[in-house]
């Protein structure tokens, strides 16, 4: 079984900075793509940020320069440091990541539970 697991999430005032982390566990034979992915109340989840396995990044217009994806390889984590927080980017903050188990020859998406974050006074 292959797990995702988030942390980090928090109320912070607009402003402020937060790093969300997500590891995985499992038996996992490789990982390719991971992500953070954002849902707020009434919305569809979107794309906040993603990386590959050889680092390059993608970011939603609404977070760049503010927020930056990063990952360490041999913990099997993904990171999100964001930066200058606004209201707007109060949601459910979700890890996925493209993994192949050791007993599969192919790889699928995971995800995380998820993690809050509120911006707010």
């Known amino acids: 079984q292959v797990q995702l697991v988030e942390s980090g999430g928090a109320l912070v005032q607009p402003g402020g900075s937060l790093r969300l982390s997500c590891a995985a566990s499992?038996?996992?034979?490789?990982?390719?793509?991971m992500g953070w992915y954002r849902q707020a109340p009434g919305k569809e989840r979107e794309l906040v940020a993603r990386?590959?396995?050889?680092?390059?990044?993608n970011y939603a217009e609404s977070v760049k320069g503010r927020f930056t994806i990063s990952r360490d390889n041999a913990k099997n984590t993904v990171y999100l440091q964001m930066n200058s927080l606004k209201p707007e980017d109060t949601a459910v903050y979700y890890c996925?990541?493209?993994?192949?188990?050791?007993?599969?020859?192919?790889?699928?998406?995971?995800w995380g539970q998820g993690t809050q974050v509120t911006v707010s006074l």
């Open positions: 996925n990541a493209d993994v192949q188990p050791y007993y599969s020859t192919n790889q699928r998406p995971y």
């Open positions: 499992g038996r996992i034979y490789r990982i390719a793509g």
């Open positions: 990386i590959t396995s050889n680092g390059s990044t």
